[in-house]
């Protein structure tokens, strides 16, 4: 069974899946609470489904990009079961959490996310194969408007401000489920599978409001 996490954002949010079932436990949140309700999100979300963590073979979690402070919260519990259950520890970033939500794509994909102090993370995906074209994991916003946005399908998550917002960018709410469904194969850039899993950079990146 697998566990999937995520705390980039101010929801909190779990998920169990197999090749059978995928079942999403959500805490809406307008301020992060993680270090309160994550793993009571785990064990209730378990229990309901008569589940135990011994059952959990591989435990998946978002790196970022998102609030530095929240990542941390889910890492911290995915590398102590990582070490106490012997399970598989595998982290994913933000940016492929997105893109892949965006199977049809006739464009390239630009996935962005605002940071501090007008500052940008973002990646290119190429629209066949979501194959990563380019990077940058912090970019001034001067740098970043000399991209040619019209080119590209644009997306971003709850983070984004009135920027990107404005630069027609559609938000995606990056879940547990959307961990959970990800192909861990064929991802190639990004991937963690050592313990201890860390943030994607220790830049200091915005809190979500």
């Not at 994550?38 to 229990?47: C, F, G, K, V, Y």
């Not at 011994?54 to 929240?70: A, F, K, M």
């Not at 940058?136 to 740098?143: A, G, I, P, S, T």
């Not at 408007?145 to 938000?171: E, M, P």
């Amino acid at each position: 069974m697998i566990l999937s996490i995520c705390t980039i954002s101010n929801n909190t949010s779990v998920c169990i899946s197999n090749d059978s079932f995928c079942i999403l436990s959500e805490i809406k949140s307008k301020n992060p609470n993680h270090c309160e309700e994550l793993i009571p999100a785990i064990e209730d979300l378990l229990s309901k489904e008569d589940k135990v963590l011994e059952d959990v073979h591989q435990v998946r979690v978002n790196v970022g990009p998102g609030n530095l402070t929240s990542i941390r919260i889910g890492l911290t519990v995915a590398n102590l079961y990582g070490q106490f259950l012997g399970a598989e520890i595998i982290g994913v970033s933000s940016f492929h959490c997105i893109a892949s939500i965006c199977k049809e794509s006739n464009k390239d994909i630009i996935v962005a996310f605002n940071i501090r102090n007008n500052n940008y993370a973002y990646a290119i995906f190429d629209k066949k194969n979501q194959m990563l074209l380019d990077y940058r994991l912090v970019v001034n916003r001067e740098e970043f408007d000399q991209i040619n946005k019209k080119k590209f399908k644009l997306l971003t998550d709850s983070s984004a401000d009135s920027y990107l917002i404005d630069s027609s960018f559609d938000v995606i709410e990056i879940n547990a489920e959307i961990i959970s469904k990800l192909n861990i194969s064929d991802i190639k850039d990004f991937i963690q599978k050592e313990v201890p899993l860390k943030p994607i950079n220790d830049y200091s990146y915005v809190v979500n409001k």
